[in-house]
């Protein structure tokens, strides 16, 4: 039997038990990836879960710093991060039917178009 790797703050706790039962446990996931960042800031913890700049955005649409940390967040906060987090992470990125042809992009190993400069003998 496995046992959770962090206990739930009570915010996120509070946050998780508003939400549908289906959605439980992709928020769950998320809050063990924040809680398990090494850096308790939020500007680099959500760098490395939200995709571009959208960690960023989301710190500026909520009024908070890149330096908060993650204990600050309420269950309000938690549930916009989740709402954001959702909204990006299912953003296809390449993969079956992400990519126009699939396999390798080119047979000689370079980019299309690109050619290996010649070595002459």
């Known amino acids: ?3 959770p790797l962090h206990e739930l703050p009570p915010a996120a ?6 939400l549908p039962a289906a959605e439980t446990a992709d928020f769950e996931r998320l809050v063990h990836a924040v809680l398990s960042a090494p850096s308790p800031a939020l500007g680099p913890v959500l760098r490395a879960q939200l995709p571009g700049n959208a960690g960023v955005r989301w710190l500026a649409s909520v009024g908070l710093s890149p330096t908060t940390r993650v204990s600050a967040l309420t269950p309000e906060l938690w549930l916009s991060l989740h709402r954001c987090w959702q909204g ?5 990125s390449g993969g079956p039917g992400g ?4 396999g390798r992009p080119a047979t000689h190993g370079h980019a299309p178009g690109a050619h290996a400069i010649p070595r002459w003998q």
């Open 88 to 92: 990006t992470a299912r953003v296809p």
């Open 13 to 18: 706790t509070a946050a998780r038990d508003g």
């Open 1 to 3: 039997m496995s046992r």
């Open 99 to 102: 990519r126009r042809g699939g």
